[in-house]
């Protein structure tokens, strides 16, 4: 059986003391693995994503049941810098980038503590991976397209060299083609440089085609788990994640109405 890497156990989030967002949430990731969060907007998939990487601080929130485990030590509630000296770098839903910043400012500005010779080896590796950046360095960010943001917000994450990269909606708000890049381009990530990840989305047909494992999350609850076959054989998913009709009902919408219905036992 292979390593893992995370494992989150019981995980609970409150918000302001009050709002539990996320409870008894618990995955594996294991080495080298791609492995997929799926559920809504609002579902709970962000912030556990943010929990794992340290910065649900800065939201007035906190873990305050189960625990977050990497590498075989707890990292619940520590600061978002402790985590990512630990190897995990989150790549964020937004706010990705230094507007302001070129290309290779932005790449440059993501390593603190590397000679000038690590620093250039890192560069080349995020240009091989994104040659459009190589062509746009001298660009400011600011002037970037959406799906040039998101591979510069990829790009300054692998220039921390991370064992755990976690990725938060890379398919939001690009075209069917660029997704499909960026999503060929983590395999390759995962494949060549042997880097875990932890791919949150909405989208759950483009992440079931990279992972190795996938989670459905509704209400801030897992429920569902699996392999990608199983999960997109899943009559529910099928219909709810596959099929189309996510602006109009949840995973648990369609199980009472199929209850309603009798196709449950």
């Known amino acids: ?3 893992a890497l995370l494992i989150v156990e019981q995980l609970e989030v409150v918000y302001h003391r009050v709002v539990t967002a996320v409870q008894g949430v618990s995955l594996k990731v294991e080495r080298g693995q791609i492995v997929a969060l799926l559920g809504t907007n609002g579902a709970g998939k962000t912030t556990t994503l943010r929990a794992i990487s340290g910065f649900i601080g800065l939201d007035d929130a906190r873990v305050t049941q189960g625990s977050v485990v990497y590498k075989g030590e707890r990292i619940e ?3 978002p810098y402790e985590v990512t000296a630990r190897g995990i770098v989150l790549v964020p839903e937004r706010q990705k980038v ?4 070129t290309v290779a400012e ?3 500005a993501n390593v ?3 000679t000038s010779a690590e620093r250039r080896r890192l560069t080349e590796s995020v240009y091989t991976y994104f040659p459009a950046l190589a062509r746009l360095k001298s660009r400011e960010a600011g002037y970037l397209s959406g799906g040039e943001r998101q591979m510069l917000g990829i790009g300054g994450a692998l220039m921390c060299a991370p064992e755990l990269l976690l990725v938060d909606e890379l398919s939001l708000g690009l075209s069917p083609i660029m997704v499909e890049e960026l999503m060929q381009r ?3 990530i ?3 440089l042997g880097m875990t990840i932890l791919l949150v989305e909405q989208n759950a047909q483009v992440a079931l085609d990279i992972a190795d494992h996938g989670y459905v999350i509704e209400n801030g609850r ?3 788990d699996g392999t990608p076959e199983r999960l997109s054989s899943h009559a529910d998913v099928r219909e709810f994640y596959l099929g189309g009709g996510a602006a109009r009902r949840s995973y648990r919408d369609v199980k009472q109405y199929r209850r309603s219905r009798r196709w449950y036992g």
Do not use: C, G, H
Not at 98 to 101: I, Q
């Open 186 to 188: 983590l395999r390759a």
């Open 106 to 108: 932005n790449l440059d």
């Open 222 to 224: 897992l429920v569902l």
């Open 112 to 114: 603190t503590r590397a």
């Open 98 to 101: 230094f507007e302001n910043l």
């Open 190 to 192: 995962r494949s060549e």
């Open 1 to 3: 059986m292979a390593e």
């Open 77 to 79: 509630n520590k600061p």
